[in-house]
């Protein structure tokens, strides 16, 4: 068990460095709300889940779809070919 959340610890800390990073970049913070994660692993939506952002699992890495499912992402698309699509999903 410890072993497990030790490994996830570096990927909140990720998480919390960019945000640093944007509210250097753009000279405001970002709430939650404005931030969205996407990536292809848990350990992607568990850094989404540790900021309160919105997670989007992508299905393109090692990771299948039904794999990813079970970390339950806010968004779980197959790819981004249809960019289009995802943009409107996604209200961006």
Do not use: Y
């Amino acid at each position: 068990m410890f072993d497990r959340l030790a490994a996830q610890e570096p990927q909140d800390e990720l998480g919390r460095f960019a945000r640093a990073r944007a509210k250097e970049k753009h000279g405001r913070e970002f709430v939650a709300s404005e931030i969205d994660v996407i990536g292809d692993t848990p350990r992607d939506i568990a850094c989404g889940k540790a900021l309160g952002a919105r997670t989007i699992a992508v299905a393109t890495g090692r990771w299948g779809r039904d794999d990813l499912a079970k970390h339950q992402p806010d968004f779980l698309i197959d790819d981004l070919s249809n960019v289009e699509t995802i943009m409107d999903t996604l209200g961006w």
